[in-house]
Protein backbone atom coordinates (compact mmCIF):
# COMPACT_ATOMS: atom_id res chain seq x y z
CA UNK A 1 0.00 0.00 0.00
CA UNK A 2 1.43 3.50 -1.02
CA UNK A 3 0.17 6.56 0.74
CA UNK A 4 1.41 10.03 -0.06
CA UNK A 5 2.18 13.01 2.30
CA UNK A 6 1.22 16.36 1.59
CA UNK A 7 4.22 19.05 1.26
CA UNK A 8 3.73 22.62 0.45
CA UNK A 9 4.88 24.48 -2.11
CA UNK A 10 4.96 27.83 -3.06
CA UNK A 11 1.11 27.96 -4.82
CA UNK A 12 -0.58 24.93 -3.48
CA UNK A 13 -0.17 21.66 -2.53
CA UNK A 14 1.33 18.65 -3.86
CA UNK A 15 1.18 14.67 -3.13
CA UNK A 16 4.53 12.87 -2.97
CA UNK A 17 5.22 9.87 -2.16
CA UNK A 18 7.24 9.01 0.93
CA UNK A 19 10.59 7.68 0.25
CA UNK A 20 10.72 10.07 -3.14
CA UNK A 21 10.76 13.04 -2.55
CA UNK A 22 13.55 14.95 -4.40
CA UNK A 23 14.57 18.23 -2.88
CA UNK A 24 15.05 21.51 -4.56
CA UNK A 25 15.47 24.97 -2.74
CA UNK A 26 13.77 25.00 0.50
CA UNK A 27 11.77 27.30 -0.82
CA UNK A 28 10.34 25.75 -3.54
CA UNK A 29 8.21 23.70 -0.69
CA UNK A 30 7.69 26.43 1.35
CA UNK A 31 10.63 26.19 3.06
CA UNK A 32 11.89 27.41 6.16
CA UNK A 33 10.94 30.86 5.33
CA UNK A 34 7.23 29.96 5.82
CA UNK A 35 7.99 29.22 9.88
CA UNK A 36 6.97 31.77 12.23
CA UNK A 37 9.74 30.92 15.28
CA UNK A 38 7.13 32.63 17.24
CA UNK A 39 5.01 29.78 17.20
CA UNK A 40 6.62 26.55 17.72
CA UNK A 41 6.42 25.66 21.14
CA UNK A 42 8.74 25.77 24.04
CA UNK A 43 8.74 24.18 27.17
CA UNK A 44 9.18 26.70 30.45
CA UNK A 45 12.30 27.95 30.90
CA UNK A 46 13.40 27.59 27.71
CA UNK A 47 14.20 30.38 25.12
CA UNK A 48 11.98 30.73 22.27
CA UNK A 49 13.13 29.67 18.75
CA UNK A 50 14.54 31.93 16.40
CA UNK A 51 15.00 32.23 12.67
CA UNK A 52 18.30 31.07 12.61
CA UNK A 53 17.37 27.91 14.62
CA UNK A 54 14.35 26.89 12.29
CA UNK A 55 16.90 27.33 9.42
CA UNK A 56 19.49 25.17 10.56
CA UNK A 57 16.44 22.80 11.73
CA UNK A 58 14.90 23.33 8.22
CA UNK A 59 18.66 22.47 6.77
CA UNK A 60 19.54 19.74 8.69
CA UNK A 61 16.37 18.08 7.53
CA UNK A 62 16.28 18.49 4.44
CA UNK A 63 20.22 17.21 3.73
CA UNK A 64 19.01 14.34 6.45
CA UNK A 65 16.26 13.66 3.00
CA UNK A 66 19.20 13.50 0.59
CA UNK A 67 21.38 11.26 2.46
CA UNK A 68 18.57 9.21 3.64
CA UNK A 69 17.13 8.63 0.01
CA UNK A 70 20.74 7.90 -1.64
CA UNK A 71 21.35 5.47 1.27
CA UNK A 72 17.88 3.60 -0.07
CA UNK A 73 19.22 3.82 -3.72
CA UNK A 74 22.85 2.27 -2.65
CA UNK A 75 21.09 -0.50 -0.99
CA UNK A 76 18.78 -1.43 -3.65
CA UNK A 77 21.42 -1.62 -5.66
CA UNK A 78 23.04 -3.85 -3.61
CA UNK A 79 19.89 -5.78 -3.05
CA UNK A 80 19.56 -5.78 -7.03
CA UNK A 81 23.42 -7.07 -7.29
CA UNK A 82 22.67 -9.64 -4.79
CA UNK A 83 19.75 -11.28 -5.89
CA UNK A 84 21.49 -11.19 -9.45
CA UNK A 85 24.33 -13.35 -7.70
CA UNK A 86 21.83 -15.70 -5.65
CA UNK A 87 20.18 -17.06 -9.15
CA UNK A 88 24.08 -18.10 -10.77
CA UNK A 89 24.61 -20.07 -7.45
CA UNK A 90 25.25 -23.28 -9.20
CA UNK A 91 28.16 -24.76 -7.43
CA UNK A 92 28.10 -23.01 -4.23
CA UNK A 93 28.04 -25.06 -1.23
CA UNK A 94 26.24 -24.09 1.98
CA UNK A 95 28.38 -21.73 3.36
CA UNK A 96 28.20 -19.68 -0.18
CA UNK A 97 24.81 -20.06 -0.40
CA UNK A 98 24.07 -19.06 3.54
CA UNK A 99 26.72 -16.04 3.24
CA UNK A 100 24.42 -15.07 0.40
CA UNK A 101 21.30 -15.16 2.38
CA UNK A 102 22.45 -13.40 5.20
CA UNK A 103 24.12 -10.64 3.28
CA UNK A 104 21.00 -9.95 1.22
CA UNK A 105 18.93 -10.05 4.87
CA UNK A 106 21.43 -7.58 5.81
CA UNK A 107 20.81 -5.24 2.92
CA UNK A 108 17.07 -5.98 3.24
CA UNK A 109 17.09 -4.59 7.23
CA UNK A 110 19.21 -1.83 6.27
CA UNK A 111 17.20 -0.65 3.53
CA UNK A 112 14.20 -0.82 5.15
CA UNK A 113 15.50 0.92 8.41
CA UNK A 114 16.83 3.86 6.15
CA UNK A 115 12.91 3.95 4.37
CA UNK A 116 11.48 4.02 8.15
CA UNK A 117 13.76 6.84 8.93
CA UNK A 118 12.85 8.53 5.57
CA UNK A 119 9.27 8.50 6.36
CA UNK A 120 10.12 10.24 10.13
CA UNK A 121 12.59 12.92 8.41
CA UNK A 122 9.55 13.90 6.05
CA UNK A 123 7.03 13.78 8.39
CA UNK A 124 9.25 16.12 10.39
CA UNK A 125 9.71 18.40 7.50
CA UNK A 126 5.71 18.50 7.08
CA UNK A 127 4.99 19.80 10.65
CA UNK A 128 8.02 22.18 10.66
CA UNK A 129 6.27 23.74 7.38
CA UNK A 130 2.84 23.27 8.89
CA UNK A 131 1.49 22.20 11.95
CA UNK A 132 2.67 21.03 15.09
CA UNK A 133 6.25 20.43 15.10
CA UNK A 134 7.54 20.32 18.53
CA UNK A 135 4.19 19.10 19.97
CA UNK A 136 3.54 15.94 21.62
CA UNK A 137 1.31 13.90 19.28
CA UNK A 138 -0.16 12.21 22.25
CA UNK A 139 -0.75 14.53 24.84
CA UNK A 140 -0.47 17.90 22.84
CA UNK A 141 2.28 19.85 24.93
CA UNK A 142 5.44 20.89 24.06
CA UNK A 143 8.12 18.62 23.19
CA UNK A 144 10.94 20.97 24.58
CA UNK A 145 13.30 23.38 22.35
CA UNK A 146 16.64 21.28 23.30
CA UNK A 147 15.17 17.68 22.24
CA UNK A 148 13.68 18.81 18.98
CA UNK A 149 17.32 20.48 18.36
CA UNK A 150 18.67 16.88 19.30
CA UNK A 151 15.94 14.94 17.88
CA UNK A 152 14.22 16.66 15.54
CA UNK A 153 11.73 13.83 14.07
CA UNK A 154 10.75 13.55 17.37
CA UNK A 155 7.03 13.52 17.96
CA UNK A 156 6.42 12.51 21.65
CA UNK A 157 7.17 14.39 25.11
CA UNK A 158 9.69 12.80 26.87
CA UNK A 159 7.15 11.41 29.43
CA UNK A 160 5.26 10.46 26.64
CA UNK A 161 7.91 8.41 24.76
CA UNK A 162 9.14 6.65 28.17
CA UNK A 163 5.29 5.92 28.71
CA UNK A 164 5.41 4.02 25.09
CA UNK A 165 8.59 2.44 25.64
CA UNK A 166 7.36 0.69 28.56
CA UNK A 167 4.50 -1.15 26.91
Do not use: Y
Amino acid sequence: MTTTARHKTSNDTALVAPGRIRTAAPAARGGAESVDPAELPVRPGEDPWTSEEVHELHAELISELDRLQNEIDAAEAAITGLMRDSNDGAGDDQVDAGTKNISRESELALANNARDSLAQTEHALVRLEGVGFGTCESCGQAIGKARMQAFPRATLCVQCKAKQERR
